[in-house]
């Protein structure tokens, strides 16, 4: 008797996308049909969390399935160390395809030198050497972790060597917006030999938009990493056996800055019929010191505007932002439909599960606020997660029940019937999917740590929070004050309970929980050799 064939999965990702900026999700004025239609034949979560709200750390949780304390990667400019295994290896072993096409951003891919404040020795110490200099021994400067740096892309025929983290076909993207890099850029070249007259701020088209980083891209739509993406991923699917199941990981550089959608996905949507931040119209709100001093930093004008963390924004700025944020998903969304035609014409759709995420959120004028950072808000912490599977008898789910980027793989390995490793820390989402089970979780933890210092917080940010699905606590390293805010009296989290005493219990219910966490996400790997 022949063996069904397994599933296939197409894992779609997009960059610093928050959860209320998608149709189904409710976004009053953007149009994604391609992306509601996954969410209309399959489960939307409505109570998703990212492990870490920033690239790298996040990136590596989904991979790994396990919190950046664990795995190593806890903030931006650490890879993520090969000794890691990952669930696309499990799946690549079980007989799987696998292929990436799009950011991987599981290594550095900026080439920049690191920026963590370290204290001097003392005078006439004994300095130790590099090899001695950390508490674990590690190889992350060798050349196998510089697949995505400037340098590695500079050579002659560079190419990513394979398996390349599990996958097997790798069409890599490096950096955001139209200053890109990888496979891309060869790519880009061979299709318009003068393109460097096409790139960046300085080759940018006029407009009037005063927001930081919106640049008006002078790069054609048919030349923009998102239809280079999206016709990669067409030809992945082409080229699949029907035999062979395969996972593919579709991941768009966008909607993170700069904001450049390219042509007529430029003003697409206009920023005057974007929703006001309450922010801007709540005078009673006292904001919290972390926040107070970015604001600060940006009247004073030393702001990194053109950088990667969190900045004050004015109103104007943050309704241009996400005007042209919507500009970018919904190139996006056309994209998404162009996977969905590929995925018809090769006769693959009802044998395909296909999942839908973001790395992390963005702020969006949301507190006064752009970009992320240490600032743990909702909009950062939230991030759109669909199952869309055309085995599940139920269709267009909406369910509340908590889940974590950490639960994606252990999710994906249990519709494979192919048994985790040992250390990985998610739970599968399966019953939940399938409108077999309420919830899986009673809480979500996130963890952010980064090299810069903030100005608000004395030295380089580290944050653990705990949410219930209603209320949020974060504590702050090296502060003595933290955040506990309930989501369900004050979504938009303008009321900061900490030192509330009628709010005691709950205070230290959470922080118990908070302990629990941290217990429970110690690493369990390596396993025992022996009785001792």
């Known amino acids: 008797m022949t063996q069904k064939k397994k599933p296939n999965f197409i894992l779609i990702m997009t960059d610093q996308h928050r959860a209320d900026h998608l149709g189904c999700y409710g976004h009053p004025v953007l149009r994604t049909p391609h992306i509601d239609s996954l969410a209309e034949q399959g489960a939307l979560f409505d109570e998703f969390y990212v492990a870490s709200p920033v690239c790298m750390p996040n990136r590596a949780s989904l991979m790994t399935g396990r919190m950046p304390s664990v795995h190593g990667v806890r903030a931006n400019g650490i890879p ?21 096409v799009g950011k991987s951003h599981l290594q550095n891919f900026v080439g920049a030198p690191v920026v963590l404040e370290q204290s001097a020795p003392p005078e006439n110490y004994h300095m130790p050497p590099e090899n001695l200099s950390q508490a674990v021994r590690e190889h992350l400067t060798a050349e196998c972790y510089r697949n995505e740096e400037p340098d590695f892309w500079s050579k002659e025929n560079p190419r990513v060597q394979t398996p390349f983290y599990g996958f097997d076909h790798v069409d890599l993207v490096t950096g955001h917006g139209d200053g890109v890099g990888g496979d891309f850029k060869q790519w880009l070249l061979e299709r318009e030999p003068e393109a460097a007259s096409l790139l960046g701020p300085d080759n940018q088209l006029p407009h009037d938009y005063v927001c930081p980083q919106a640049v008006r891209t002078a790069l054609p739509e048919a030349l923009y990493p998102t239809s280079y993406i999206a016709e990669r991923a067409e030809a992945f699917i082409k080229q699949q056996a029907a035999e062979q199941p395969f996972f593919l990981m579709v991941s768009f550089p966008d909607p993170h800055h700069p904001f450049n959608p390219p042509g007529r996905y430029w003003d697409m949507y206009r920023p005057e019929d974007m929703q006001v931040p309450e922010a801007f119209e709540n005078e009673d709100w006292v904001p919290p010191p972390h926040v107070e001093a970015l604001y600060k930093v940006r009247d004073s004008g030393n702001a990194l505007l053109n950088g990667m963390n969190t900045i004050g924004v004015s109103k104007q700025e943050a309704l241009e932002a996400r005007a042209l944020t919507c500009g970018m998903i919904s ?31 963005d702020h969006l004028g949301d507190h006064r606020l752009l970009l992320k950072g240490a600032e743990q808000y909702r909009d950062i912490l939230r991030v759109p997660f669909i199952w869309s599977d055309p085995a599940n008898k139920s269709k267009g789910l909406r369910t509340h029940a908590l889940g974590s980027t950490i639960d994606i793989p252990s999710t994906i390995l249990d519709r494979a019937e192919i048994v ?43 944050v653990h929070t705990i949410f219930d699905g209603r209320w949020r606590l974060s504590v702050f390293h090296g502060v003595e004050w933290g955040e506990l805010y309930d989501l369900q009296a004050d979504p938009g989290e303008f009321t900061n309970e900490w030192h509330n005493p009628e709010h005691l219990e709950v205070r230290c219910r959470l922080m118990e929980k908070l302990a629990r966490a941290e217990i429970e996400h110690i690493d369990r790997v390596p396993l025992p050799t022996s009785l001792a």
């Not at 890691?84 to 007989?95: I, K």
């Not at 693959?348 to 599960?353: F, G, K, P, Y």
């Not at 998610?426 to 409108?435: D, E, F, N, Y």
């Open 80 to 100: 993520l160390s090969m000794q890691q295994v990952t669930f696309v290896e499990l799946l690549r072993e079980a007989g799987y395809a696998t292929g990436l």
């Open 331 to 361: 190139m996006i969304d056309d994209a998404v439909g162009r996977l969905l035609k590929a995925l018809d014409d090769a006769g693959e759709r009802e044998n395909t599960v296909i999942l839908f995420t973001s790395d992390h959120g």
């Open 420 to 462: 985790p490793f040992a250390g990985m820390q998610g739970r599968s989402l399966l019953s939940v999917a399938q409108g077999e089970k309420h919830k899986e979780r009673d809480t979500v933890f996130i963890q952010y740590d980064h090299q810069r210092t903030h100005p608000g917080l004395g030295g380089p940010p580290r």
